[in-house]
């Protein structure tokens, strides 16, 4: 089932379809609509919902949220096995100095790389959306900070929220040579994260954990760290700014992505309040990732 509405209006209708549907996601339509962006909302059945109790769900939520009632369509969509077409087209990925490839590659990795091995799996994270590409490249520069470097080196721990596959604790890992924490909300991504950890023999400083956002215990054991990284979505970076933000320690660096370009503002606005700076912004293809520090 798909519709389309204002950017702002995408929570009521995700909400009004969440407990009927096996996933719901949304997505951008049109960036440069005015008075805001155009997005898409979907949701995605095992079999065709009945058109009426869908109409009437988008109808309530329009109701009680006094907006207009958008049109919507119920398509079929054909069997396919996603993650063997993913993994037959997953060439190797270099963003800095680390390189990101499956078993099906062969070749040894180039030289003077961080390698990472991945597969295509259930969980996200592999390197070719904007928001972890921009991740890694945000790492690979920071590899050269001294003042970074000299804090992990002391003991300052690093962690990756919403861990996703594990693509960014596993960089840290191999950059760095220090533990790091791994955690997301979801059972199948640390599931997924933790066989990447053997796959890439990290498991000695590579720890992955099932928490609730900042509330895992892991974290709350292991804090504060000297690098955080969190390529999770705008709205939910905003409400975790003050938790974040101490959790670093003074000096510490956080690498923030999974939010579009004009969103960075609001963003950037919240973690700004808490005292941090920002040290470098990457920009690819509407996705922006922000480097802040304390």
């Given at each position: 089932m798909?519709?389309?509405?204002?950017?702002?209006?995408?929570e009521?209708?995700e909400?009004?379809l969440?407990?009927i549907?096996?996933?719901?996601?949304?997505?951008?339509v049109e960036e440069?609509?005015?008075?805001e962006?155009?997005?898409?909302?979907?949701?995605l059945f095992?079999?065709?919902?009945a058109?009426?109790d869908?109409?009437?769900?988008?109808?309530?939520?329009?109701?009680?949220?006094?907006l207009?009632?958008p049109q919507?369509?119920?398509?079929h969509v054909?069997a396919?096995?996603?993650l063997?077409?993913?993994?037959?087209?997953?060439?190797?990925l270099?963003a800095g100095?680390?390189?990101?490839y499956g078993?099906?590659?062969?070749?040894?990795?180039?030289?003077?790389?961080?390698?990472?091995r991945?597969?295509?799996?259930?969980a996200?994270?592999s390197g070719?959306?904007?928001?972890?590409?921009?991740?890694?490249l945000?790492?690979?520069?920071l590899?050269k900070s001294s003042?970074?470097?000299?804090a992990i080196a002391?003991g300052?721990?690093?962690l990756?929220?919403?861990?996703?596959?594990?693509?960014?604790?596993l960089?840290?890992?191999?950059?760095?040579?220090?533990?790091?924490?791994?955690t997301?909300?979801?059972p199948?991504?640390?599931?997924v994260?933790s066989?990447?950890?053997i796959?890439?023999q990290?498991?000695?400083?590579?720890?992955t954990?099932?928490?609730d956002?900042?509330?895992?215990?892991?974290?709350?054991?292991?804090?504060p760290?000297?690098?955080v990284?969190?390529?999770?979505?705008?709205?939910?970076?905003c409400?975790?700014s003050?938790?974040?933000?101490?959790?670093?320690?003074p000096?510490?660096v956080?690498?923030?992505?999974g939010?579009?370009?004009?969103?960075?503002a609001?963003v950037?606005?919240?973690y700004?309040r808490?005292?941090?700076?920002?040290m470098?912004r990457?920009v690819?293809?509407g996705?922006?990732t922000?480097?802040?520090?304390r």
């Open positions: 798909r519709l389309e509405c204002p950017y702002s209006q995408c009521a209708f909400t009004a969440a407990d549907a096996v996933a719901v996601s949304s997505y951008e440069h609509a005015r008075p962006a155009i997005w898409g909302v979907e949701g095992t079999s065709e919902p058109r009426g869908v109409s009437a769900r988008i109808a309530l939520a329009a109701q009680a949220q006094n207009p009632e919507f369509r119920i398509e054909p396919r096995d996603w063997k077409d993913s993994y037959e087209s997953f060439a190797p270099r100095r680390f390189y990101i078993d099906h590659i062969t070749d040894p990795p180039p030289p003077s790389v961080h390698p990472v991945l597969n295509a799996a259930t996200f994270g070719e959306h904007e928001s972890t590409y921009g991740c890694l945000a790492l690979s520069g590899r003042g970074l470097n000299r002391a300052g721990g690093m990756d929220l919403g861990c996703g596959s594990g693509i960014l604790a960089g840290m890992a191999k950059a760095w040579r220090r533990t790091v924490l791994a997301d909300i979801d199948e991504a640390v599931r994260a066989l990447n950890v796959r890439n990290q498991h000695a400083l590579v720890r954990a099932l928490g956002g900042l509330n895992a215990r892991a974290i709350r054991r292991r804090g760290f000297a690098l990284t969190a390529n999770i979505l705008a709205r939910p970076l409400r975790m003050r938790a974040l933000t101490a959790l670093l320690r000096g510490g956080l690498v923030m992505a939010l579009l370009q004009w969103q960075e609001m950037l606005g919240a700004r808490q005292g941090l700076k920002l470098r990457i690819l293809n996705w922006s922000l480097v802040l520090k």
